[in-house]
């Protein structure tokens, strides 16, 4: 059995405690949103993880479509007349001829890069958030000790401003300085 001294590890004041912003980077940047739980902003995890999945879904979807109309493409192409995938893309009633195939074959493969293109942008989309997610766990983490209390104030003030000969020439003095307003921030 242990001593009471070394058995009784102090407990953390969690009203004093605030977030290192490299650990919640790691975090972050290890598991997606594992950030914002350590900076104890729970309310931003839904928003980061509907984003997840909706970029998901997206890219997911989107790269149905392409290899759908990828498919349809080859087959509207090639001159097999047992390949006919396409026929699931078209109106009800419509049939393609000869005098109608190549604008069916150039829809097919606009169609076709369309879908591609937003499944590679729906990637990117998915990097997108999870990379804001862990710019804001770091963001987050370092502001949690951002003073902002009602003693913050401006104090705007006529000042002479001496450019020193930075115009290269050893001028007059009075050439040198310029009249401006100093602004200070305090806080």
């Avoid at 009203?15 to 729970?42: C, E, F, S």
């Avoid at 293109?117 to 710019?135: E, I, Q, T």
Wanted: some cysteine; overall charge positive.
């Amino acid at each position: 059995m242990l001593p009471d001294s070394l058995s009784r590890r102090p407990k953390r004041d969690w009203g004093t405690w605030r977030p290192d912003p490299k650990r919640a980077l790691w975090l972050a940047l290890v598991l997606p949103g594992a950030g914002q739980i350590y900076n104890r902003k729970y309310w931003k995890l839904p928003i980061f993880y509907g984003g997840f999945v909706g970029c998901a879904y997206a890219m997911r979807w989107n790269n149905q479509m392409y290899h759908d109309y990828s498919q349809a493409y080859l087959d509207i192409m090639d001159d097999d007349p047992s390949t006919h995938s396409y026929d699931s893309f078209l109106h009800l009633g419509v049939e393609i001829t000869q005098d109608n195939l190549s604008r069916y074959q150039e829809l097919f493969r606009k169609r076709k890069d369309r879908y591609r293109r937003w499944r590679d942008l729906s990637f990117f989309c998915l990097v997108g958030v999870y990379a804001l997610s862990v710019v804001d766990a770091y963001v987050d983490a370092s502001l949690s000790e951002f003073d902002i209390s009602n003693d913050l104030s401006m104090k705007l003030s006529p000042a002479v401003i001496n450019a020193g000969g930075a115009m290269g020439g050893y001028a007059s003095p009075l050439k040198n300085n310029a009249v401006g307003v100093a602004c200070s921030l305090t806080f």
